[in-house]
């Protein structure tokens, strides 16, 4: 089966690629785990590559592992003037990475943890993590709160979502996503259908979803024990506040 990211690749980046709020955190985190401040760092699922830009443009070393080629290629071109060694991309499973190396800080970024859909997976991923960290090296995973599911649409039916142009072919996209939740498996299926109108007017529908499987922050907890984590501090937003009730992210860093 093809991944998802082969038809959202494209869409997925001309949405995100102006989303710049987390930044500021994984450069600090990079700059306070790393040796002298420059750190080596992992990230799992880095698709194309939003977190690695600036945290190269910063003098870090980055390896980026994602599943979907796809989302690597545009990766690859956003970091092209880079200088080759400060960078490197990886097309692979994050459950089953084995590299021979380690490192000062491990990301996870914005959701990306839940695309893991099981038990397995997500220790399986976490593991991955703890075995590639230097002692002393960090992990850091941006989650959503604990009560989002509870906000988000349980109809199914398709909702606008985003408008966007397509710089390089003067593409006009709309996208609408479905999304139905299931509380016994803390999962949430999103559908996705992007409507295109190209420049010379031929109208293009892309279709492709996926399941979430959501995590709650005591269950987190259990699941870096299981991964040989034995330290963690709970966030609730990008500066690093506090985890509270009305936080608008769950941000925990490992060691």
């Known amino acids: 089966m093809s991944s998802p990211y082969a038809v959202l690749a494209r869409f997925y980046d001309l949405q995100h690629n102006a989303y710049v709020s987390d930044a500021p955190l994984y450069l600090g985190l990079a700059r306070r785990f790393g040796a002298s401040g420059v750190a080596r760092i992992l990230e799992l699922g880095c698709g194309t590559g939003r977190v690695m830009a600036p945290l190269v443009a910063a003098g870090h070393a980055v390896v980026g592992v994602d599943e979907s080629q796809e989302m690597l290629d545009i990766g690859a071109d956003r970091l092209a003037d880079a200088p080759p060694s400060s960078w490197r991309l990886i097309a692979a499973d994050a459950r089953g990475l084995r590299l021979d190396e380690t490192f000062d800080l491990a990301i996870i970024a914005l959701n990306t943890f839940l695309h ?32 989002e599911l509870a906000h988000q649409p349980d109809d199914g039916q398709y909702q606008f979502e985003a408008k966007f142009n397509d710089p390089k072919t003067g593409s006009l996209i709309v996208k609408h996503v479905a999304s139905q939740v299931y509380w016994a498996t803390q999962s ?53 506040g506090p985890y509270e009730d009305d936080s608008p992210r769950m941000i925990v860093v490992a060691r």
Not at 220 to 238: P, S, V
Request: charged share 30%.
């Open 116 to 147: 893991n859909a099981t038990r397995e997976d997500q220790i399986a991923t976490l593991r991955t993590c703890r075995q590639h960290l230097r002692p002393g090296g960090a992990l850091v995973a941006d989650l959503p709160p604990n009560d």
């Open 188 to 240: 949430q299926r999103l559908d996705f259908r992007m409507e295109e109108r190209t420049r010379e007017g031929e109208r293009l529908t892309h279709e492709t979803g996926f399941v979430l499987r959501h995590v709650f922050r005591n269950e987190m907890e259990m699941l870096l024990i299981a991964a040989g984590f034995t330290q963690w501090d709970w966030h609730g937003a990008y500066d690093l």
